[in-house]
C-alpha cells in the first residue's frame, strides 16, 4: 500500500525539523563545542537522508515478475537453494498428547529440507514410542510427492 501523502508530510516534518535544528540549536561558542555540535548534526542529516531515501523507495513502481513467479511460489523453492533446517522440540514432562500434536504440526511444514528432533529431558519410554510410530507413519507415507522427515529423539539430561 502506497501512501504518497504520508511520505510527502514525514518529508515536510524532516525539513522543519533540520530548519530548527539548524538555526536554534547549533553551538558554536567555542572551537570544540562548534566541532562536536557539526558533527552531531552531520550524523542527524545522514540518518534523515536514509530515512527519506527509503520513503521514496516505498514509492517506486513494483518490478514486473516473470511469467513463471506464481507456479514458482505455489511449488515452493527447491530443496537444492533452501538451507537445511532443524526443528527442535523441547520436552519435560509434557502429556504425550501435547508432544503428539506437536510433533505432528511440525512435520507437516512445508519446507524441503528439515529434520525434526524431540528433545526429551525426562527419558520417557512412551515418547521414544511415539517418535518410532511417527516415523513409521512417515515412512508409509514416504510415495507423496513431499515425504515428511522422520523423528528422532535424543535424550538431553543435565
Known sequence: M?????V??????????????ITATLNLTTPLAGT??????????WLQAHGLLLLLFTL??????????????????SSAAVPWVDVLVPSYGEPLEVVERCLRGCRAIAYPAFAVWLLDDSGRPELQALCERLAAA??????????????????CRS
Open 2 to 6: 502506497r501512501l504518497p501523502w504520508a
Open 8 to 21: 510527502l508530510l514525514l518529508a515536510l516534518l524532516t525539513g522543519r525539523y533540520l530548519h530548527w535544528r
Open 36 to 45: 562536536l555540535s557539526l558533527l552531531l548534526l552531520a550524523a542527524e542529516l
Open 60 to 77: 517506486a513502481p513494483e518490478r514486473a515478475r516473470p511469467a513463471d513467479a506464481p507456479a514458482q511460489r505455489q511449488q515452493g523453492p
Open 138 to 155: 512417515t515412512a508409509s507415507a514416504s510415495g507423496a510427492s513431499t515425504p515428511r522427515p522422520a523423528i528422532s529423539t535424543t535424550c
